[in-house]
């Protein structure tokens, strides 16, 4: 690593951590009904929303009431994304008149965006109206993120209260995260993107004519109203980028500093968590010992990363397209990296929007050394949980906590019990679920990309390579990741359904199960802790949950790995050349 | 029956014998069915056969002997499974048969036909029914309840009422019921037995520890799921690795996907084996280790929630003081010498035979170090509940002890009094947590004896233990707040309960219980039953009354409340073996990976073999390896599942850290060792 890079990291975690700890405390402010410094602001929108839905505030719901209502918004939110792809040609702000979506297609970007997964198997500025993307994918951008920090609520909820029978009330978590969180934040980062460049337009595609080939071709430079979509899109770590080419196009990313607040975006509701979880439960240093598992995992993935792109590759150095980094050149694998951001801002963000299952991209991910992309597709193939997406990343970490809890506390001679609560059958039950989900769906949607035609079909990559195009695909979608390895076409009957079911049971079959936690739990008694209680704050329970998380995760997809980036990375290495 | 058994030989041949014999008997579907890790590799077990059969016929999947070999080992992994399994069970059986064959349970004298009142035979009192008609004659226990049907007898049922003096039972009328455990004082009685008396608790027991019967604990089914859901994730690691592996060899164009065979043995060596094949073992094998302690368990959860307990209520007498009080100092009133006071209070002392009186006796002998006077010429005075006090006449003399008060009554009658230093010593051995008693002779006082509730040696460090590992202990006494506040303080007792009664008892377990906590406490007595049924884990007395016995989950036949101790240490015990050896199973599939992937692939992908860190002879031998190994280490376990891991009382984080350095680390390296080790050994003997 440079020392430019390490200055460049450390930079960024200070401001993410001096940013992410009031940011958790606001969080909890509000999610617990106190009044914040921006109330004067938003509460009057607040109780204006929930006036016209008729939703008492203090109407506590059980976690079956809860679970109902998140389905109901979603599937409503499904429906309205679809139709309204479908439909686009018929309705307004369409100024490149573009057609209806295929249902297929519009099946596959509805559930994408409802799941906080924003999978993008169309190209934004050529496939969608400005319609589409405000009202549609817009307005899922927020409530998709809100609902995730809802179902956190209501987990935290579960371990802060004792013989409750409820676990708060769906929609008044709904709107007040984003009427009180995101909305300010969006605003905030949206002006900061647009000093910078970032284009906020409702005007058509301008036409300019190139001197490519001394002809008058005709090139379309898309415009739109990109800055708004682009703050929640970092924010609400859903990273479906305006532009096909995501964060990379200039439009959406033009400077280091806007790259750079982007990144800490992305990261910041989720570090915020961790905070709030603290908070929440009246135990700071249980939020610090979560945000600490997730910063190692974090920091390993970063530097692992950074040094396989800045060494480059066998092949790379002998066609003399790496050298050393120095003042004028960033060295190591430049291939599908911007100049503008160099390794360090490419392994970063790659790191980060896998860590936080963003899915944004500023470079290709596809162009990075086996061992440079191996590291963000591990952070998604552990499920989301380091920071994870908002909200659903630290009740997936919680989840990872209570199966650590589990072991460690037979170990001690007592019934399992995290914060004070007891850890019985049902909840393992439930845990188990929430695990197991996701990672089935990312194992059987692989094989049957790998064993069925339609789905050899899209494989663009020959050797381990094509392999772990699918591999990706599947571990993006499956734990609402969003992000894409590229080489693969997935614009297909066979993916656009697929990728749509393994994105439905990573967010449903996860948050349903976490409810349900919750609402077992919430009506538990305390325990209160003694010195037979297993301390869940300290070094000891970091390191082992460490080791929980990478054992189900490496337990799970060694073997897949081992075919796909660890294969490659060893016949790259050992025998000097790409395949 | 106060001592412990002997813990019997580990691999007893004869148990050993017939649990081989019963590991093959628990091959059948429907036994392994209870055990879904264990049933997935009886699945394996029957495909790979298949395989191995079609192999031999010519049609192979992979090397015939190969697959053979692993059809065999594949097998051998459910028969240790079993075989641990059945070991656990024959020691728990052998125990408690011995302890049924030791136990000198109480008799019953049965009249068969009650008209023929010559023919009485003598069988337990457990095996009375409904109806069946008993003689007792005085200094016998009822053996159960019942009702006279002939005989007038006077009864102590203190032991049921707590009420001292003896009652009236007889036939007719409103005095004809008789109770279990209480004792016929003297005549004789007839009875007919109106109750069955409750299946015996040894019977209970021996439930617990059939595999069959047993029913999973809380903690046992939460892990249950744990190890399914693991089953299930492997299940699909190996089911969609057949596709994989038929990708990479259409794309690198060289090498044959995965056979069967290994995709079994990858299977069987990723699930738990090791943890789902002695799980039921361990439970087993915790039940049998509280009999050892001759404890009988009514449930296997109240064993395991003996693990779990935050709060012991221990009986201050009999658990933190030795039963009764003793003598420890002379304290001569003014112009006395210690001489005479210690002189005169053996005396006094002479005809008593409470544990005081000759404790008193003792103390005397120390000081003077002369013998004891005969009791010639000596009339006794016993204690009296009118006077409350003993003594003795000596011609003239008439030397008397007891409680303060009544000595005073018995002096001033004779024309003295208490002197301000007596009322002084009496009032400062009070306050100590001791008992005055106050000694004179005549109408002179002599002076005061100290008697003084002894605390057990080393129960101060026991409860130093409980409180490192956050148990609470609370002393329960019926004492005044002041004795008590100084006996907690001596014994180190964390909290105590003065002048407790039964429902100051019970408002303790509920207070407690509504602070999140789990409460264990001992009892015997009828007036003990409600506290023992609302407490968590309740271990009655054997000696206690049968109120007492039907409330409590766990039984002590030695009656002894110190056990309380041990119950919860073992409980832990088991909840750690459980978490252990997950651990070490789960740590395991690390070294099993690095085994068997580079092996599976090694022809699709030869550059894969940078990942065989063993460096093991071949592929074939390196999917053999871990197979073995991972049968293995079933059978090296077992020992451990039975005894359970060892254990000392340690705060929870000391213990986690010490068991995940143990089982945790050792669980991730032991098994490079061993696989290399088998494989070498496999080399050696031309068998890979």
Not at chain 1, 82 to 102: E, I
Not at chain 1, 320 to 330: H, I, K, L, S, V
Request: charged share 15%.
């Amino acid at each position: 690593m440079t020392g430019n890079a390490l200055v460049q990291l450390a930079l960024f975690a200070a401001v993410l951590i001096g940013l992410g700890l009031p940011l958790g405390s606001y969080l909890a402010r509000v999610l617990s009904g106190e009044r914040t410094l921006l109330a004067p602001l938003t509460t009057p929108i607040e109780k204006l929303l929930l006036r016209i839905a008729h939703v008492e505030p203090t109407d506590e719901m059980t976690w079956q009431r809860y679970a109902t209502a998140l389905l109901l918004f979603s599937g409503a939110g499904f429906i309205a994304v679809f139709l309204l792809q479908v439909a686009q040609a018929r309705l307004p702000l369409n100024p490149d008149h573009l057609t209806g979506v295929g249902a297929v297609l519009a099946f596959n970007t509805a559930i994408s965006f409802v799941t906080n997964t924003n999978w993008q198997s169309y190209a934004g500025e050529s496939t969608l109206s400005y319609l589409v993307q405000m009202v549609g994918l817009g307005v899922q951008n927020f409530v998709s993120a809100a609902a995730g920090i809802a179902v956190m609520a209501a987990l935290l909820r579960g371990f802060a209260r004792h013989s409750s029978s409820t676990i708060g009330n769906f929609w008044t978590d709904l709107v007040r995260v984003t009427v009180h969180v995101l909305l300010p934040l969006s605003v905030v980062l949206a002006v900061l993107l647009a000093s910078q460049g970032v284009v906020q337009s409702f005007s058509g595609a301008v036409a300019a004519t190139t001197l490519a080939d001394h002809a008058h071709a005709t090139q379309h430079i898309a415009l739109g109203p990109v800055a708004s979509q682009e703050a929640i899109k970092q924010l609400g770590t859903n990273g479906g980028g305006f532009f096909n080419v995501n964060s990379a196009h200039p439009f959406e990313n033009p400077t280091p500093l806007s790259n750079f607040l982007e990144v800490v975006a992305i990261l910041l509701i989720p570090v915020a968590c961790c905070f709030t979880f603290g908070r929440m439960v009246r135990d700071r240093r249980q939020g610090w010992a979560l945000f600490a598992a997730m910063a190692i995992l974090l920091a390993g993935a970063i530097v692992v990363t950074l040094t396989a792109e800045q060494r480059g590759t066998p092949a790379l150095a002998a066609a003399g397209a790496t050298g050393p980094a120095d003042a004028g050149q960033p060295g190591g694998n430049m291939e599908g990296k911007e100049v503008r951001f160099g390794i360090t801002n490419s392994a970063l963000w790659a790191v980060a929007t896998t860590a936080a299952s963003n899915g944004s991209v500023n470079a290709m991910h596809d162009s990075f050394t086996p061992v440079g992309g191996l590291a963000p597709m591990a952070l998604i193939q552990l499920g989301e949980v380091v920071f994870g997406g908002v909200g659903s990343g630290l009740y997936g970490m919680l989840l990872f906590a209570l199966v650590t809890v589990f072991v460690a506390g037979l170990m001690v001679g007592r019934t399992p019990e995290y914060l004070g609560k007891k850890i019985e059958a049902f909840e393992m039950k439930m845990v188990m679920v929430a695990i197991l989900a996701p990672a089935l769906a990312v194992l059987a949607g692989t094989a049957l990309g790998a064993a069925l035609s339609a789905g050899r079909a899209g494989i663009f990559n020959g050797g381990a390579h094509g392999f772990s195009e699918v591999l990706y695909a599947f571990s993006s979608a499956s734990n609402n990741n969003g992000s894409a390895f590229a080489g693969l076409s997935v614009n297909t009957t066979f993916y656009n359904l697929l990728l749509g079911l393994a994105m439905f049971a990573g967010r449903f079959l996860v948050a349903i199960p976490v409810l349900a936690i919750a609402g077992s739990l919430a009506g538990k008694t305390l325990v209160p802790a003694s010195a037979g209680t297993l301390p869940t704050h300290g070094p000891l329970f970091v390191a082992m949950l460490l080791a929980t998380i990478v054992l189900v995760g490496a337990l799970t997809f060694v073997p897949a790995l081992a075919l796909g980036p660890i294969v490659e990375q060893i016949q790259l290495v050992g025998q000097g050349v790409i395949r | 029956m106060n001592t412990h058994r002997a813990p019997a030989k580990l691999f007893d041949p004869a148990l050993m014998g017939t649990a081989v014999l019963e590991a093959f008997k628990k091959l059948h579907p429907r036994t392994q069915l209870r055990n879904p890790v264990m049933f997935t590799v009886w699945v394996g077990s029957v495909f790979v056969t298949i395989l191995a059969i079609a192999a031999l016929a010519g049609h192979s999947d992979a090397p015939t002997g190969f697959t053979v070999a692993i059809a065999i080992w594949l097998w051998f992994t459910l028969l240790f499974a079993n075989f641990a399994e059945a070991m656990a069970e024959g020691r728990g059986r052998a125990q408690a048969a011995a302890l049924r064959r030791t136990r000198s349970e109480a008799m019953a004298r049965h009249l068969p036909n009650p008209a023929d009142r010559l023919t009485v035979r003598a069988i337990p009192a457990s095996a009375l029914r409904k109806g069946d008609v008993v003689v007792i004659a005085a200094d016998e226990l009822v053996p159960g309840d019942g009702e006279v049907i002939e005989g007038v007898a006077s009864v102590d049922e203190s032991a049921v009422t707590g009420e001292s003096a003896p009652v009236i039972r007889e036939s007719g009328g409103d005095r004809s019921a008789v109770t279990g455990g209480t004792r016929v004082l003297s005549d004789w009685l007839i009875v007919r037995i109106t109750v069955d008396p409750g299946e015996s608790f040894l019977d209970r027991m021996i439930g617990l520890i059939e595999a069959a019967k047993r029913q999973k604990t809380p903690n046992e089914i939460a892990l249950g799921i744990l190890l399914a859901a693991l089953t299930i994730v492997f299940l699909m690691v190996v089911v969609t690795l057949r596709p994989f592996s038929e990708f990479a060899v259409h794309v690198s164009g060289q090498g044959k996907p995965v056979s069967l065979t290994v995709l079994v043995a990858l299977l069987v060596c990723l699930i738990p084996t090791t943890i789902g094949a002695l799980l039921s073992a361990i439970g087993i094998a915790g039940m049998d280790r509280m009999l050892r302690k001759n404890v009988v368990a009514r449930s296997g959860r109240a064993v395991e929630a003996a693990g779990d307990v935050d709060v012991l209520l221990l009986d201050k007498t009999g658990t933190i003081t030795i039963g009764n009080r003793q003598a420890t100092a002379f304290i001569p009133a003014p112009g006395v010498a210690e001489s005479e006071l210690a002189e005169s209070a053996r005396l006094a002392s002479l005809a008593d035979e409470t544990p005081e009186g000759r404790s008193i006796v003792t103390l005397a002998h120390e000081r003077l170090g002369t013998a004891a006077p005969s009791l010639d010429g000596v009339t006794a005075i016993p204690f009296s509940a009118t006077t409350r006090m003993s003594g003795v006449d000596i011609g003239t003399r008439t030397i008397r002890k007891g409680a303060a008060d009544s000595v005073e009554r018995f002096v001033i009658s004779l024309g003295g009094q208490l002197s301000d230093a007596v009322h002084a010593a009496v009032a400062e051995i009070a306050r100590s947590g001791g008992t005055p008693l106050v000694v004179a002779e005549g109408a002179r006082v002599l002076g005061v004896v100290r008697l003084k509730d002894i605390v057990k040696g080393g129960i101060r460090e026991r409860f130093d233990e409980l409180r490192r590992m956050g148990i609470k202990t609370v002393m329960i006494t019926g004492d005044n707040p002041l004795t008590a506040a100084a006996i907690a303080a001596e014994a180190g007792v964390d909290d105590y309960l003065a002048e407790a009664t039964p429902e100051r008892k019970l408002a303790l377990i509920r207070e407690y219980q509504a602070g999140g906590r789990l409460v264990a406490m001992t009892g015997d007595g009828t007036n003990d039953a409600p506290a023992l049924a609302q407490a968590d884990v309740a271990v009655a007395m054997q000696s206690g009354t049968q109120a007492a016995r039907e409330a409590g989950n766990l039984i002590d036949l030695d009656s002894d409340p110190t056990k309380l101790i041990e119950i919860v240490e073992t409980g832990k015990q088991m909840l750690i073996t459980r978490g252990a050896l997950t651990t070490f199973s789960l740590a395991n599939d690390v070294a099993k990976y690095f085994a068997i992937i580079p092996a599976a692939f090694a022809a699709t992908y030869p550059a894969l073999d940078r990942l065989d860190v063993m460096h093991l002879a071949s592929p074939t031998s390196a999917v053999l390896s871990a197979v073995i190994f991972n049968a293995l280490i079933i059978v090296v376990l077992i020992p451990l599942a039975l005894r359970g891991v060892a254990w000392r009382p340690a705060s929870a984080a000391a213990l986690l850290r010490r068991n995940l350095l143990v089982y945790g680390l050792g669980g991730l390296v032991a098994p490079f060792a061993g696989i290399k080790l088998i494989d070498l050994a496999l080399v050696a003997l031309h068998l890979s």
